[in-house]
C-alpha cells in the first residue's frame, strides 16, 4: 500500500539553527499538508500546497517557515531560525484531490525536532 | 469558532466494553467528521469519517453518531480489545478550507483485560 515517507525520523538541533524536513508524499497525490504536535497537544495545522504554491497557512506558519517541492516527489518544510518552541513532532500529510469532495488525508509517520 | 473540542481526555475500559469518545464543534462550515487513531511514534491514521447528511456511520466495531443540530459527534467503539488502546483524535473540515484538518485535543484510550 502505498504511504507518506518522512525523513528524518529525529532530529536535534541548536536554537537559531536553519532545518529542513522532508517528506515524500504518495505519487499521485496532489494536495500536501504540514501539521506539528507538541508533545501530548493536539495535532495542529501549519500549511496546505497545491499546484506548486501554498493555497493556506496558519498564524503559527510565520515568516521563519517555509515550504518548497523541489522536484516531483519532495515535499519539504524550512525552520529558518529554530526556536524552543519549535519542538514538535512534524507530520507530512496528502490526498489524492479530484476524485471526491473529501478524501482520506494520508499521514506519515513525523520527524521528531528536538530544538536545544 | 474554529476549535473542535474533545472528551475525555483519557477513558480505561475493560475488555469487551464499550469505548465512547465524544466531539463538539462550533463552525457551521465543517462538513466532514474524520476519525484518526495514533499510535505511539507513528503519525494519524484515518478510522473512520462522517459527512453530516446521516446520522450514524458504521463500520466493524467502530460507529459514529453524528448530531448536526447539537453539534457534536462520537465515536463508540464496540467490544473494546486490547489493540485498540491508543490514542484517538477527532477531527473536522470544511469545503471551504481546502481541507485543512482541525482536530480535537485527542483520547487515550486504554483497554485492560
Known amino acids: 500500500e502505498p504511504e507518506v515517507t518522512q525523513t528524518p525520523s529525529h532530529q536535534v538541533t541548536q536554537m537559531g539553527q536553519e532545518v529542513i524536513l522532508r517528506c515524500v508524499p504518495i505519487s499521485n497525490h496532489l494536495y500536501f499538508y504540514w501539521y506539528r504536535q507538541i508533545l501530548g497537544q493536539k495535532v495542529e495545522f501549519l500549511v496546505s500546497f497545491y499546484n506548486n504554491e501554498i493555497s493556506e497557512k496558519s498564524e503559527i506558519f510565520d515568516d521563519q517557515f517555509s515550504v518548497e517541492r523541489p522536484d516531483g516527489s519532495n515535499f519539504t518544510l524550512k525552520i529558518r531560525s529554530t526556536k524552543l518552541e519549535d519542538s514538535a513532532m512534524y507530520f507530512c500529510?496528502?490526498?489524492?484531490?479530484?476524485?471526491?469532495?473529501?478524501?482520506?488525508?494520508?499521514f506519515g509517520p513525523g520527524t521528531r525536532l528536538l530544538v536545544l | 469558532q474554529q476549535q473542535v473540542k474533545q472528551s475525555p481526555q483519557s477513558l480505561i475500559v475493560q475488555k469487551g466494553g464499550i469505548s465512547i469518545i465524544n466531539c463538539a464543534y462550533e463552525n457551521t462550515a465543517f462538513d466532514y467528521f474524520p476519525w484518526y487513531q495514533q499510535f505511539p511514534g507513528k503519525g494519524p491514521a484515518l478510522l473512520i469519517a462522517i459527512r453530516p447528511d446521516v446520522s450514524e456511520k458504521k463500520e466493524g466495531r467502530f460507529t459514529i453518531s453524528f448530531n448536526k443540530s447539537a453539534k457534536q459527534f462520537s465515536l463508540h467503539i464496540m467490544d473494546s480489545q486490547p489493540g485498540d488502546s491508543a490514542t484517538y483524535f477527532c477531527?473536522?473540515?470544511?469545503?471551504?478550507?481546502?481541507?485543512?484538518?482541525?482536530f480535537g485535543t485527542g483520547t487515550r484510550l486504554t483497554i485492560i483485560p
Open positions: 500529510a496528502s490526498i489524492r484531490a479530484g476524485q471526491a469532495p473529501w478524501e482520506t488525508q494520508y
Open positions: 477531527a473536522a473540515a470544511s469545503n471551504f478550507g481546502n481541507e485543512k484538518l482541525t
